[in-house]
């Protein structure tokens, strides 16, 4: 036998021993429970979603007590289409899902064991149904008090050289949460809901892609609705440096004739107020 030949076998026996050894550990940690024609859910093992999680979120005690909230915290996520400021926002999961999704969150919430979940759910480009999709992924868990939702995905442009099948499009590989430094997500929720800021960390420690619904030990103060933009970060100046120098500025626009006393007396009261 030909020893180069002897040793391209040994090779590709041992390559296709790791893939099937990968496939076969990947499944144990995630595995598929139920799917449609574009949504599809796993069960993720603790041991992997422990990995991947930041700390604090890795530590929390999970149950199954609010599920039927999932299509709540949903409607309220709101995802930037464009890049342009002035763009629109739209919802990030579209209406027409949140059936099955509420279907979903109804049954294992009647799990007496607590499970973390991944739901990935993809969008058929208009142009392309067959070969383009935007995807998006999330991992979900419920706590005592509420819902932490991790998007590894939000909105990704995937291309298939061919006529895509569902093994293709819910392909999925685990990667640590990190955070997202692009304002994409806006929160219409004023009151439960927030994007999640790690306390351990000094910088960078807002993640955009995490949100966080009416679990107190979790939630920022004050609550955080998007992603601040660059001059957003900068710390304001306290009230008593800035009231007065608004009123100086006020003055002298008076006196310049740029506004009248009457807008001077009621801007005036205005910022007294704030002082």
């Known amino acids: 036998m030909n020893p180069l030949t002897a040793s391209a076998k040994i090779f590709c026996v041992l390559i296709l021993f790791f ?16 799917s449609s024609a574009s949504i599809a859910f796993f069960e993720v093992e603790e041991e992997e ?69 991944l739901c990935i759910l993809k969008l058929d480009d208009i142009l392309s149904p067959n070969v383009k999709i ?12 509420g819902l932490v939702l991790l998007f590894h995905e939000m909105n990704t442009n995937i291309t298939f050289q061919t006529q895509y099948s569902f093994e293709d499009w819910v392909i999925f590989h685990p990667s640590l949460i990190q955070p997202i430094y692009r304002p994409e997500l806006w929160l219409r929720d004023k009151y439960q809901t927030s994007l ?42 306290e009230p008593w440096k800035t009231v007065p120098e608004k009123l100086k500025a006020l003055e002298e626009m008076r006196k310049n004739k740029l506004i009248t006393d009457e807008e001077f007396d009621r801007k005036k009261t205005e910022l007294l107020k704030e002082f």
Do not use: H, M
């Not at 604090?56 to 915290?73: D, G, M």
């Open 49 to 117: 979603w422990k990995k991947i999680f930041p700390t604090e979120i890795s530590l929390l005690k999970i149950n199954a007590n609010n599920f039927n909230e999932l299509t709540t915290v949903l409607k309220s996520i709101q995802y930037k289409r464009g890049v342009l400021a002035y763009e629109d926002w739209d919802v990030l999961v579209p209406e027409s899902y949140l059936p099955d999704i509420q279907k979903f969150a109804e049954k294992i919430g009647k799990n007496e064991e607590p499970k973390v979940y």
């Open 196 to 237: 999640y800021k790690d306390k351990s960390r000094s910088k960078n420690a807002i993640y955009g892609n995490i949100i966080i619904f009416n679990v107190p030990e979790l939630i920022p103060n004050p609550p955080l609705f998007r992603y601040p933009k660059e001059d957003e970060n900068n710390l304001p100046l």
């Open 19 to 34: 893939f099937v050894f990968g496939c076969s550990s990947f499944s144990r940690k995630i595995k598929l429970i139920e």
């Open 134 to 145: 935007l995807k998006t992924s999330f991992y979900f868990l419920s706590t005592k008090n």
